[in-house]
Structures are given as structure tokens and as C-alpha cells.
């Protein structure tokens, strides 16, 4: 069984500040990590990719990956209300018949103080 | 344009009814995906369509009938559901191959009463 484990939380932080989530996965052939932001009711949205260790950022969000440890993580700086929202964690893994397929973390819900 | 369009988004079904969901992507994807959520849980995955042929099926009960009639369409189809079906249900597409970004529909709420 291929895992993906997520900090369920909730995670509260004030505006402002920089909330840090974080992802572990099992699969050591896995190559290619996600984070996806789902608001309530609501479908997930695709955040950030990331394939290579190391940082990667777009705008207010920085994706952190190190397949040594297996750990994949993501930060938002600056939080505002509007990031409210649960966070996904995904992983590319192979399935049943050799086909990928993504697992999903149990997505961990953040909420950002006014 | 990243664009997955299902239909419909909401939809009441009783226990006997047959109805079906639909995906479809303009996008040139050869991989779909059927996910299930249900409240405060992950998405759950159904079924992984790859070049049109069903390569995942995560033991799915047979009243979940998927079929992908070309490269942009996926349908589910629901007959003789249970309440416990009730769910959000999501459509995915994809390239098909290792680091490929999956792009969500804006799914259909299912209740079955």
C-alpha cells in the first residue's frame, strides 16, 4: 500500500504570517509531487508541482522536496483569510496494472486569522 | 486553458434511477480519472482511463459503470445506488506519463435517497 501521510491538523496563523505544511510519502519510486488547494464545497485546484529536490516558488508559495527523506512540503508566506482553505498533498505512484495514478494525503486544513 | 467540464453538478437520484455523470477536456489529455469524495476525506480514486482503455479499476462496485467513448469523454454510469453513495464526485485528465499535472472538474454533488 503506497502512503501518503499529511499533519491532518487544523493549522491555524495569523494574517501575515508564513504557514508550513507538510507531506511524507512511501513509495520510493515516486517522481513527481503536488499540492492542491480545495475550498469547502469545492473542487481541488492544482497549487504547485514539484519533480526535482530542492525549492521551487511561484508567487506566495514555495514547494520544498527531498526524496531522500521522502518529504515533500509547501509554504505560504505573507497568509491571508483567502488561503483558508484544506491542502492536499499528492503523489504520482504506480497502480494496480502498472497504470499512475495519484495518492492523496488526508489533506491538512488551514485556516488564516484575520 | 485548463479546463475540465462535468455535468451535472448536482444531481438527486433515487435508489432504482439510472443516471449518468460526464467529463469532458479540450485539452488533448489521454489519461481520465474518476475520483469519489466524500465530507472531510481525501478524494478517493475509482477508475484510471489511459488511451481511452480502463486501466485502474479500484474495485468499484458494478453499480459504477465508467466508460470513455473518445479522448475528451468520460461518463460514469449509477444504477441502483445506495445512500452511502452520496458523495462528491470528481473528474480528473491528465497527459498520460510520470510528471503530469492533473486538473480537477468542478465535480458533481450526487445524492441518493
Known amino acids: 500500500q503506497k502512503e501518503v501521510e499529511q499533519n491532518s491538523g487544523p493549522l491555524s496563523v495569523p494574517e501575515g504570517a508564513i504557514a508550513s505544511l507538510n507531506c511524507t510519502y512511501s513509495?520510493?519510486?515516486?517522481?513527481?509531487f503536488f499540492w492542491y488547494r480545495q475550498y469547502s464545497g469545492k473542487s481541488p485546484e492544482l497549487i504547485m508541482s514539484i519533480y526535482s529536490n530542492g525549492d521551487k516558488e511561484d508567487g506566495r508559495f514555495t514547494a520544498q522536496l527531498n526524496k531522500a527523506s521522502q518529504y515533500v512540503s509547501l509554504l505560504i508566506r505573507d497568509s491571508q483569510p483567502s488561503d483558508s482553505a484544506t491542502y492536499l498533498c499528492a503523489v504520482n505512484t504506480v497502480g494496480s496494472g502498472s497504470a499512475r495514478q495519484l495518492t492523496f494525503g488526508s489533506g491538512t486544513q488551514l485556516t488564516v486569522l484575520p | 486553458d485548463t479546463e475540465v467540464t462535468q455535468t451535472p453538478k448536482h444531481l438527486v437520484m433515487g435508489m432504482t434511477n439510472k443516471k449518468s455523470l460526464k467529463c469532458e477536456q479540450h485539452m488533448g489529455h489521454r489519461a481520465m480519472y474518476w475520483y469519489k469524495q466524500k465530507a472531510k476525506k481525501p478524494p478517493e480514486l475509482m477508475f484510471v482511463?489511459?488511451?481511452?482503455?480502463?486501466?485502474i479499476n479500484e474495485s468499484v462496485p458494478s453499480r459504477f459503470s465508467p466508460e470513455c467513448p473518445n479522448s475528451s469523454l468520460l461518463n460514469l454510469h449509477l444504477h441502483a445506488l445506495q445512500p452511502e453513495d452520496s458523495a462528491l464526485y470528481l473528474c480528473?485528465?491528465?497527459?498520460?506519463?510520470?510528471?503530469?499535472?492533473?486538473?480537477f472538474g468542478q465535480g458533481t454533488r450526487l445524492t441518493v435517497v
Open positions: 482511463y489511459s488511451y481511452e482503455k480502463l486501466s
Open positions: 480528473a485528465s491528465s497527459h498520460a506519463g510520470q510528471n503530469t499535472e492533473a486538473f
Open positions: 513509495d520510493r519510486g515516486s517522481q513527481s
